[in-house]
């Protein structure tokens, strides 16, 4: 994508505008609202299958979204094979296991009590689809010297937030897993050792059984979460 020959400024003219009118604006914004405050994490799922067209539509959307010096450092690996989920559950709910054993501490253990989580990661085999989110820690040129990307973490959490309002928006359901460590994930998808998981997110179709945590439901209202000048 980049070549040391073209890194020169260039501006465009706006190419893309949007015009809306102060109630048309207050409207979209609150439409938006409604469709993300249904948005919930699901753990059961159903063997409803997804086309991989959603999934690849999707994943653009995650790719429009902003990053430090546009280098665009994310890479997103979708996953529909079952013998290749299965082994990321195995792996997964092996670290999981040393997690739930004492390895995260007694605080963070008690905290996800309200949540109802344990080792076991069904939705891992359950969902039609994993998408694994890997950060790309530098690039490299067409000559293969390297170059460093800028705010990753921030670029790719970005983008991350892009790709699940999209699924939701699509009409599907996700949960988002960060088994740890997750190097696994290189071996298994022959990724790099330039990028780094930072999430496993699982897609589908919630089960006609599918429950959520009551304490999900439990929002901070706007004035907790925001400030105004």
Known sequence: MF???????????LPDRSDLTDEQMAAAAQEFYEIMRKRHTVRDYCDRPVSREVIESCIRTAGTAPSGANHQPWHFVAISDQALKQRIREEAEE???RFYAGGAGDEWIKALEPIGTNE???HLTMAPWLIVVFAQRWGQFEDGTRYKNY?????VNIATGFLLAALHHAGLSTLTHTPNPMRFL??????PASEKPTMIIAVGHPSDDATVPSVAKLKKPLEEV???Y
């Open 3 to 13: 070549s040391r020959d073209s890194l020169s400024y260039d501006p465009l003219p």
């Open 226 to 228: 925001a400030s105004f």
């Open 151 to 155: 705010y990753v973490p921030e670029s």
């Open 186 to 191: 290189n071996d298994a998808l022959d990724r």
């Open 95 to 97: 670290e999981e296991r």
């Open 120 to 122: 076991v990661k069904e």
